[in-house]
């Protein structure tokens, strides 16, 4: 028997395998299997070579489990290891000294790039004791037996075995039990071994026999050794991929296309990418792709590798060219993967620009869903707009699609303001905002509908492309404005009568949540609505905005701001302002000349004291200020009394408020049945 001390300088390298080297206890189980597969392909590779007489035998790695022992046994039937080679690739750790090592990665343990042997080490994240049985695949090779507590401590002895190949029996420490239940250990090798390029054995197939499950004598094989990524894309058909996903993701609806990737230089790269069906759960969506370095799983966290935009894709890369630290678990950055990103979204890019030009009708059904990935990366991506452009589309209400270029040529002619802007026209909601589409089209315009996730947040970055463009929701300002074509045309009202006719419905106005109106006259015209209500497009696309982009919390605070705008050309809006004349003049009269002269009073205080530095206005003249402006005060707050008041009892001014909140679906609740009543009343 051989005893001695792995070769190591300090007595700490079980605990920095524990804390530091592996991310997740559970990956022991992918580096056991693993490390049986990699032995049994250098055994094949051998036989291949001619390097090896002998019979291969069953090359099947078997995981058995032992829960009375406390045991899991990884078996193989591969090269194995000679008491030379247990020495060499067991006992001295590929590693200069864990001391240096501590010191030079204390802040970040997982950057250091993977070592040989090292794998074998994650067992003892959930072991307390750990034993070789191996006999390598040499003539009169004999067996050995390898053991260790978790201690530097090891001992070598003989032992017996049969063939050529090894088992790694893992003795589960207390702390780790819950890899000694059959279900969970079945669940990790579906996770992590379910591809892996050898037979990978765990019990027997199970049967319904006499009201219970039996074991049946055929082997439990828990993977595919031949994915659908590693054969040619040329000897596959559409059902052979949609059953692959079916696999992958079994509760998924069918995707709407996928990319069969398989590169060998500058980097080797396979893989399969789906498009799924989804339209609104980015979220959701992602991790997705899962990684895999030579069919063995890696990670479904693949940022970095796959551009932000694309972690939205289902599907499965393979490569061994992906730096990975020792764990197997990390992405290292560096410019390898940076060029496998860039071939990605090349791939990506030239795939939907061929569909879109191979089949233009199957593309625009499928890009409600497609567009979520578009404008993900149109926002993400710097230079992805360069190439989405060419595939790209917009929708308009009526369900048309055109290409950028397309729909530039469409409304060229009509939608040119009077600066030369050329003004996209939008609506998010078509059934809330009907009447606004309806209005913009009477006058001959286009609409698009942005009624994506993203569709609002890609227009900054459009407007940023289209040369002398602009977005306007149809919502935004009345229809004759929504394109100023010239000067807007004056109200042929006195400025008393503009701000009394908008004090008789700022009066009345709903108090709201988070809403807040400002009334303003317009001369719209006779045919136009009486009122209606708008919205700024700048501040509720910043609001809109604050729910992506970090630092822009300030807007999503800020309630939203809605201008009723009064049509002064109206047949309604003047009978209201004649009929308010009518009832108010004799008493507004004496406190609109009231006020007149107080601000006239107060502009020529103003005036003496305008000239003179802070310390030279007399008390005297600050309290005649404040005494007259109070007076003001006084007064506007008597108007607006009288104002609100009449408003009060006006069933017209309160019919009309409640229609355009009505048109807008801001009308609910007691204030709805109100209306409702009202209406009756009125048609009597």
């Known amino acids: 028997m051989q005893k001695g001390n792995i070769g190591v300088t300090t007595e700490n390298i079980f605990p920095v395998i524990k804390k530091f080297l592996y991310s997740d206890q559970e990956i022991f189980l992918r580096e056991m299997v693993s490390n049986a597969v990699d032995a049994t392909q250098k055994m094949k590779t051998l036989a291949e070579k001619g390097e090896y007489k002998g019979e291969l035998g069953d090359l099947t790695v078997r995981v058995a489990l032992d829960a009375d022992k406390g045991t899991i046994t990884i078996s193989d039937h591969g090269i194995g290891m000679t008491e030379e080679e247990i020495d060499k690739y067991i006992n001295q750790i590929a590693f200069s000294g864990v001391t240096d090592f501590l010191e030079k990665y204390k802040d970040n343990a997982n950057n250091i790039i993977g070592h040989f042997g090292l794998g074998f080490y994650s067992s003892f994240m959930v072991s307390k004791k750990v034993e070789i049985i191996t006999r390598s695949y040499k003539e009169d090779a004999k067996a050995v037996k390898w053991s260790c507590d978790g201690s530097p401590a090891y001992e070598i002895d003989d032992a017996e075995r049969a063939d050529h190949g090894s088992d790694i029996i893992l003795y589960i420490d207390d702390d780790s039990k819950e890899f000694l239940d059959k279900y969970k250990l079945e669940q990790l090798l579906q996770k992590y071994c379910k591809f892996l390029p050898v037979p990978v054995a765990f019990g027997k197939k199970t049967e319904w026999k006499d009201g219970k499950q039996v074991d049946t004598e055929e082997d439990n094989i828990i993977n595919n050794v031949e994915p659908l990524w590693t054969k040619t894309p040329s000897t596959l058909k559409d059902e052979d991929y949609k059953s692959f996903y079916r696999t992958l993701y079994p509760m998924q609806d069918e995707p709407l296309f996928w990319i069969h990737l398989n590169v060998d230089y500058p980097f080797n790269l396979t893989g399969i990418l789906y498009f799924p069906r989804i339209k609104n759960s980015i979220e959701l969506q992602k991790n997705k792709i899962q990684l895999y370095c030579n069919q063995v799983f890696v990670t479904d966290q693949v940022e970095g590798i796959v551009p932000e935009f694309l972690t939205l894709l289902h599907g499965v890369i393979d490569s061994p060219d992906i730096p990975l ?333 409640d229609l355009a909140l009505l048109q807008n679906g801001m009308l609910k609740g007691e204030a709805l049945d109100k209306f409702l009543r009202r209406s009756v009343e009125l048609i009597k």
């Open 325 to 657: 630290n020792v764990s197997r678990s990390y992405l290292q950055s560096d410019r390898e993967v940076k060029k496998i990103s860039t071939y990605i979204t090349k791939k990506v890019s030239d795939r939907l620009k061929a569909i879109f030009n191979e089949d233009r009708k199957a593309y625009e059904e499928k890009w409600d869903h497609l567009k979520l990935f578009i404008n993900y990366g149109i926002l993400t991506e710097e230079n992805f707009y360069d190439r989405a452009k060419d595939f790209s589309l917009l929708k308009d209400t009526e369900g048309k699609y055109f290409t950028f270029d397309e729909y530039r040529t469409l409304i060229e002619a009509a939608q040119k303001d009077k600066d030369g802007n050329l003004v996209y026209l939008y609506a998010t909601d078509k059934e809330e905002q009907y009447s606004y589409i309806r209005a913009a089209q009477d006058k001959g315009y286009s609409v698009l509908l942005l009624d994506g996730q993203l569709d609002v947040p890609c227009i900054q970055t459009l407007e940023q492309k289209f040369e002398k463009s602009r977005f306007t929701r149809v919502d935004a300002d009345t229809v004759d404005h929504l394109i100023q074509k010239d000067d807007k045309p004056q109200s042929n009202l006195s400025d008393t009568e503009r701000d009394n006719l908008s004090a008789v419905f700022q009066s009345q106005m709903p108090k709201m949540d988070k809403a807040e109106f400002i009334v303003e006259v317009n001369a719209l015209g006779e045919e136009q609505r009486p009122v209606v209500i708008t919205q700024n497009e700048w501040m509720r696309r910043m609001k809109e905005m604050s729910r992506y982009q970090s630092g822009m919390g300030f807007y999503g605070q800020m309630p939203d701001s809605y201008n009723l705008v009064l049509n002064s050309d109206h047949p309604l809006v003047k009978r209201v302002l004649s009929d308010a004349q009518t009832q108010l003049d004799e008493q507004l009269k004496p406190i609109e000349s009231e006020i007149k002269g107080q601000e006239a009073r107060l502009a020529a205080l103003n005036q003496q004291t305008d000239k003179k530095k802070p310390e030279e206005i007399t008390q005297e003249e600050k309290d005649d200020k404040a005494a007259t402006q109070k007076a003001i005060d006084e007064q506007k707050d008597k108007k607006q009394a009288l104002i609100s008041g009449y408003a009060q009892g006006n069933d017209i001014v309160h019919q009309l408020i």
